[in-house]
């Protein structure tokens, strides 16, 4: 017999090596390299094959051909299915990252309970927790007398065996996937070998049955998918299930679906019985708005498909240190040292003096170019000490000439502001047709220092008006 070869195994970044090292070369990290044998096992090369096996010719197909059943399983949860596309796809398989404690489990016990209860054959397979815990949970969420399924197990093959039983299970939910092992592979649970071929298994197991599968995985506190990347390519779907410490507001976010769109999210909130859908995230991430406060401008952000509105905070206070202070929750700090490089040299604003704080309310995370403006509002508002308009919401991206761009679905984020009770609008010109109401009193510069002579302007009407 051939001797079992031995590598190590990147932890982090799932690189394998032919020797031990306390650093990873291709990801840098320290100390994630783990002894993981290859004899045989799924994860392992075709040298180490015992015999080469004769190919076995398979059946070629065409595209067009009969589908199997309805493609979707609508949870009922609104916003679960909007971050999903319209419902767990049948035959794919779905990741679901996230913290530990964000509420991963707490989701899928309630999304399981509501599929349970339309009918559906739903299994939930817990390696983490004890089925006495499950069940505490679902008796917190009210749905200990939905029909799911429940099993605490943690072995591929068992639980294989398992859903096999009976009739062919809608979904099944396996929590979480670092906890599983299989006996193909030789290395212990939580190895990305052992992670990659229960993955593997799981996944060729939706494919052939067309049952949906959701995996749960917990994401290392750099922000990866612990027992990594790896399983992120083989499934169908991504979703992320993000919040803020210390905020009782979570956030699924679509990261790949090939089945969907990507960049959509579904907003929920954490109470005492489980996560509430918001519908109306704006609502939310403005609840708690001082309007007359400098330093506040409202952004009318997309996400998805879906408008949202959210409040950007800035602070700038004078500075003792000789590199002033940057600081950025919510959003790209390179960004914020863009637009304040291009105040200081397209608008005479000086922050070199200054430190600056830049917060987006609510705990909420952007990425949208589109927040420049109301970025730059905040920043000028706070500096200044005038407060913007309460009413005003804003959006447009500044290049670094100075000049405000023109961003999409501007018709969108106006409609939004207006539900909201929003009557102005600072966006940028030359986006397209804006019909009636806020869009007529809204304000369209072309560079960025009209916008700030603007707001300085605000100090010369108010003091008119006191006169
Ligand atoms: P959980 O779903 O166990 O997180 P994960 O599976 O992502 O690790 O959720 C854990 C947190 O959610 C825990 O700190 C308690 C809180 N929680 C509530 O606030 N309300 C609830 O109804 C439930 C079930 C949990
Ligand atoms: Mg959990």
Redesign the pocket.
Same mark, same amino acid.
């Given at each position: 017999m051939a001797k079992a070869r031995v590598q190590f195994i990147c932890q982090n970044c799932g690189a394998a090596h032919q020797r031990w090292a306390g650093k990873c070369d291709s990801c840098g990290e320290w100390n994630t390299l783990v002894e993981e044998g290859t004899s045989g096992g799924i994860g392992s090369g075709p040298g180490s094959l015992k015999s080469a096996r004769k190919g076995r010719p398979v059946t070629l197909t065409s595209l067009d051909g009969d589908i199997e059943d309805a493609p979707r399983i609508v949870s009922g949860i609104g916003e679960l299915d909007r971050a999903t596309g319209g419902g767990f796809v049948r035959g794919s398989a779905l990741l679901i990252g996230?913290?530990?404690?964000?509420?991963?489990?707490? !989701?899928l016990?309630q999304a399981a309970a509501a599929l349970a209860s339309r009918g559906h054959r739903v299994v939930y397979v817990s390696g983490?927790e004890a089925v006495a815990q499950i069940r505490l949970?679902a008796q917190? !969420?009210g749905v200990a007398s939905s029909p799911v399924e429940l099993a605490a197990e943690t072995n591929v093959e068992d639980i294989l065996a398992t859903i096999a039983e009976g009739k062919r299970p809608d979904l099944v939910i396996i929590?979480s996937i670092q906890t599983l092992w299989t006996d193909l592979a030789d290395s212990a649970p939580g190895t990305v070998t052992q992670v990659r071929a229960s993955s593997q298994a799981m996944i060729r197991y939706a494919k052939s049955t067309g049952a949906a599968v959701v995996l749960?995985g917990?994401v290392t506190k750099e922000g990866q998918i612990a027992g990594p990347r790896v399983v992120e390519h083989m499934v169908d779907g991504v979703l992320y299930?993000e919040g803020e410490g210390g905020h009782h507001f979570r956030i699924l976010r679509t990261v790949k679906n090939r089945f969907g769109p990507t960049d959509e999210i579904g907003v929920f909130e954490?109470?005492?019985?489980?996560?509430r859908e918001v519908a109306n995230p704006s609502e939310l991430f403005l609840g708690e708005r001082h309007a007359t406060a400098p330093g506040a401008a409202v952004f009318a952000a997309i996400e998805g498909t879906r408008p949202v509105l959210v409040e950007i905070q800035a602070l700038v206070a004078a500075s003792t240190l000789g590199t002033p202070r940057r600081a950025v929750v919510g959003w790209d700090s390179s960004r914020l040292s863009m637009i304040l490089a291009v105040l200081e040299a397209h608008c005479g604003v000086r922050f070199a003096q200054h430190d600056v704080y830049l917060n987006v309310a609510g705990g909420y995370r952007i990425s949208e170019p589109a927040a420049d403006l109301a970025v730059a509002s905040a920043l000028v508002s706070s500096l200044t000490g005038l407060a913007l308009p309460a009413d005003c919401v804003y959006f447009g991206e500044i290049s670094l000439s100075g000049a405000v761009r023109p961003v999409a679905h501007a018709q969108q984020r106006l409609k939004e502001a207006e539900k909201l009770g929003f009557g102005r609008a600072v966006l940028p010109s030359g986006s397209g047709e804006l019909a009636g109401g806020i869009g007529a009193g809204s304000f369209q510069p072309t560079a960025l220092a009209d916008l700030v002579a603007r707001i300085a302007g605000s100090r010369r009407s108010r003091a008119e008006e006191t006169d």
């Open positions: 996230g913290d530990p404690g964000i509420g991963k489990s707490t !989701l016990t983490e949970r917190r !969420l929590d749960v917990h299930f954490m109470s005492d019985k489980g996560l």
